[in-house]
Structure formats: C-alpha cells, structure tokens
C-alpha cells in the first residue's frame, strides 16, 4: 500500500459516489457514463467512488452483471482523461455482502487498479460485532480498505465504540466514511480513531445533513484534534464543481481557525438542498432518482430511471430542487457544465 495513497486522502478530498447512467429504457448508458467521470475530473475532484449505493446495488444481480464492467469503464475513463495532466486520483470501490461475495468484489477492484475498497455492512445486519470485524479484517487482506458506518435509514446498523475502536486497529485501514446521520455515532468513530492513535487514518463525512458543520469541527480526543478531512458522498456527485470550492474554502477557514456566523447559513443551505435531492421528506426514497433529476437537468444523464422500476422521483420533488437551487446559486455549477458538456460527451 503506497504511503501516497494515506498521504492524499488525508490531505481532504471530494469524492463523488458516481451516479449508473442508464437511457430510457433502462439499459446501461456508456456514453453518459464517461461524461459524467470526465465531469467529475475536470471539476477538480480528488477521486471516485465507484459501485456504491449511488451506483445502484443492483449492478452485482448475476442477470444485471454490471459491478466489473462498470468499476473497468470508470478506471479507464479517469485514467485516459487526467493523462494530459496527470494528478493524484484515488479509486475506490464499494463492496458489499458476506465475507466470499465482499472479498471477490475486493480482488476484482484490486486488479482494476482501484486503491481501496469501501466496505457496506448492511449485509450482517444482526451478527455479533466480532464476527464483522473478522470480516473486515478478511477483506482487508485483499485491498486497502475504507470503513462505512450507514445510517439506518438506507440500510445501515449501529456499531457500539467498541468496535469501532477494535476497527481502527485494522493494519490496512486507510480511511472511514462517517454517514450514521447521527452526532453520537459520528463522535464515536472520530474518538475511536484520534483514541487510536492512528494519525494515517483519513476522515470523510457522509453525514449530508450536516457536510460543513462536520468539517469545519475540531475534536479533541485523546489528546489529539483533528478536523474531519475531506467527504466521500451522494451529495457531491452534484454541483460538483462547486463542492470542491467549498472544500478549499473550508480548508482556508480551518487553517486560519476562524469560523464566522457565515459558516452556519451555509450549512444550514446545503442541508436544504441535500434534503430536496435526497428526499429526507419521504425517508430518502427518491434518492438515487433525485441525483439523476439534477444531473438530467444539466444534460449529463439522459433520464432519471433506476434499475428499480419502482424508485423515482417523489410527488413534488422535482420542484423542491428547482427551489434550491434558485434559493443557493452558489451551490450550483449549471454554467461549468453547460461550458464542457459537449467536450465530455463527445
């Protein structure tokens, strides 16, 4: 594992989930796939996460067989498009399952060139936390990993300190994505970790309902103090020029350590926005739909539809997001992408 790797994700990075782009009829899209990575590279991201929940779960259905195929275009395109310029540009895979099915996914990332693997442990639902952590140790052994605590909403369950304490332990640990939506459960993984003592395990927030109050926090534990580092999130596959901005402006601020009353307005703003797209109203279930609905907008992804027939929109949550983002223009990136879109799908 390249010190490089430690080095870059805990520099802070925005790292989009990337969105399945699918036509109208439900068939994977290639087109609109490289699009949208190309989008995602010259927006300045700093990596990918790619086969996670925003790429739909359904890709590893053995009659949908798209988890490889999608991983390799993803790899391929980040890799063609940042050649003229070459930067540091993390891959990640989401894997998921039980320890055969997690482990395979892992070896198959490994080969593609991915650096890491984020970890879904919505498949052990009700195993005592021993045997989870024996499974992430296993697939540890395969690559790199990333840890993931999922809010319960979506899939997720809770974990006790004690195992997230026992987790950082894990030697190949290089970063833990933080999105339990929940202020204990997000103390309980930063303190397990600064407790720890492991200074080269990065911090990402999942928490979207609370993206900059996560990053622009100190906590102090065990004598240690660290700022939540970058965000590995659904909320950042949109807008997405615009999030790194707000990345290095927040970097800025916690550099100088000086937080004006500005910073709580704009949480608060992303918060909102994050809740039209993601449909906190109806418990996040037109999630993914709401993603596709901003980037169907801009002309990156030809329709809203998931491989689920039944995920779609809500009733009045296409409007939601058209008041958002009238009501926070400097949370939007229509005019970059209506710059370059012919360029990325050319």
């Given at each position: 594992m390249s010190l490089e790797l430690r080095r870059h994700l805990r520099a802070g990075q925005v790292i989009p989930a990337l969105p399945l782009a699918?036509?109208?009829r439900r068939r994977w899209d290639e087109k609109h796939q490289r699009a949208l990575i190309r989008y995602y590279v010259d927006a300045g991201t700093g990596g990918l996460a790619v086969g996670v929940h925003s790429t739909q779960f359904a890709i590893r259905d053995a009659k949908i067989g798209l988890y490889a195929p999608v991983l390799r275009l993803a790899a391929e395109t980040a890799a063609a498009?940042?050649?003229?310029?070459p930067r540091d540009f993390v891959l990640i895979a989401g894997l998921c399952g039980r320890t055969p099915q997690a482990s395979a996914e892992a070896a198959i990332a490994a080969g593609l060139g991915y650096h890491a693997g984020l970890l879904s442990l919505g498949a052990w639902a009700n195993d005592p936390e021993s045997r989870v952590l024996a499974h992430c140790r296993a697939v540890a052994r395969e690559i790199p990993l990333v840890g993931f605590y999922l809010q319960n909403a979506v899939g997720g369950r809770t974990f006790t300190y004690r195992f997230w304490r026992q987790?950082?332990?894990i030697p190949q640990l290089v970063g833990v994505k933080i999105a339990p939506f929940n202020r204990y459960r997000t103390i309980d993984?930063?303190?397990?970790?600064l407790e720890s003592g492991r200074d080269d395990v990065a911090l990402y927030t999942g928490n979207d309902d609370n993206i900059i109050g996560d990053l622009l926090t100190p906590f102090t534990f065990g004598g240690r103090t660290r700022f939540i580092d970058g965000g590995l999130l659904g909320q950042w596959g949109v807008w997405t020029k615009n999030a790194v901005q707000l990345l290095e402006d927040i970097k800025r601020a916690?550099?100088?350590l000086r937080f004006d009353a500005?910073?709580?307005?704009?949480?608060?703003a992303l918060t909102d926005m994050n809740a039209a797209i993601f449909d906190a109203a109806n418990n996040f279930a037109g999630c993914l739909p709401g993603i596709h609905e901003v980037l169907r907008r801009q002309g990156l992804l030809r329709t809203t539809a998931c491989l689920d027939p039944h995920e779609r929109l809500s009733p009045g949550q296409a409007d939601e997001i058209s008041r958002v983002a009238r009501a926070y223009p400097w949370l939007v990136d229509d005019t970059f992408v209506a710059t370059h879109r012919a360029r990325w799908l050319a």
């Open positions: 699918l036509d109208p498009w940042l050649a003229p310029k987790f950082a332990e993984v930063v303190r397990a970790v916690r550099r100088k500005a910073w709580l307005d704009r949480n608060a």
